[in-house]
């Protein structure tokens, strides 16, 4: 996709409301996701590079739910099933409130294809990562939310950790 997508568009607004630095840049050598990487705390994208727009939400997860301590100097994302699922149901979150289709988010080229069955859970209300959401306190699982004083999942109380 290009910088000129309405989807990249809206998600570009979106990062940059939330606090989530995101910078044009070249990012040469491999990268996770072709076109994006995450340094210092924020997402390089390189205009230069495809890019999937659902991919920016995903990665952007990662930033918003690492530890803000650590949040600054975060370049790598550690491979932790639970900040994984934290980051993937962070990009449910988002995609909703800014109306970016399901199936955007989860491309069929990405999540080692299993897209798909992530599109079809999370619009089902049965896609992971809520509880871990709701352990960071930036939402609760609806049957929780009451309890804990924080909107139900997919609504979020707030976008960073």
Known sequence: MALDDPDTLRILDFLEEIGIPVTQGA???????????????????DPAQTFYPGDLLHEAGHIACTDPAARPTLCE??????????????????ARAIGIDTRALFHADGYLGGGEALAVAFDDGRGPGPPM???????????????????????????LR
């Open 77 to 94: 994302v550690q491979s932790d099933p639970g900040e994984e699922m934290a980051a993937i149901a962070w990009s449910y979150a988002a």
């Open 27 to 45: 990012i040469t050598g491999d990268s996770f996701l072709p076109g994006i990487q995450i340094r210092n705390g924020g997402l390089v994208l």
């Open 133 to 159: 959401l709701q352990y960071y306190g930036m939402s609760a699982e609806p049957r929780h939310a009451e309890r804990y004083g924080l909107p139900a999942y997919p609504k979020m109380g707030r976008w």
